[in-house]
């Protein structure tokens, strides 16, 4: 819709990733979560993310892309805020209590990692990229089992593994 055309290769990438998603969110019975559906949800507005900084980030320089950032960095802040006022009772208390790690989100989950990723963009393909972001989910993953004594079943495991390869195989076909 936006002029950016995927090759083989990438469709191959993204198929394998997306059933390697799957095998690593479905719950012991097969079925997934609502949390999971969420996460779907939110995955297909991030795919839309990408592809707009994939449309939007060739050719700036360091400024336009900080610029770029900047704009997704205030538009983010906005609708957390809306989004914060429409579901929470907002208290000074509050904001005081949480000022270190809503900072801390703020400037270097948002912030800094908006400006990398534009500037990263800049010279990836889009489609690449979005597979490559999606294994945020196999690190998350690995982090649960690293840090908090998470279990990794065989079939997660196997999923991990489709998603690498996803990548790989987008990566290298053309």
Known sequence: MIGQRAGLGSWMGCGLAVIGMYLLSVTGDMTVDFGDILVLV??????VHVLMIGKLS????????VKLS????A????????GALATEEITLAG????????LYGGLMS?????????VAQRNANAAHAAIILSLES??????????LGEILTVRALIGCGLMLVGMLVSQLKP
């Open 42 to 47: 939110s995955a297909v507005f991030w795919a």
């Open 58 to 65: 060739p050719g700036m320089d360091g400024v336009d892309a």
């Open 70 to 73: 900047s704009v997704q960095f």
């Open 75 to 82: 538009t983010c802040a906005v609708l957390s805020m809306v």
């Open 95 to 102: 904001l005081s209590g949480a000022a270190i790690p809503i």
């Open 110 to 118: 948002v912030g800094v990692a908006y400006t990398l990723q534009v």
């Open 138 to 147: 196999v690190f998350a993953a690995i982090g649960g089992f690293l840090m």
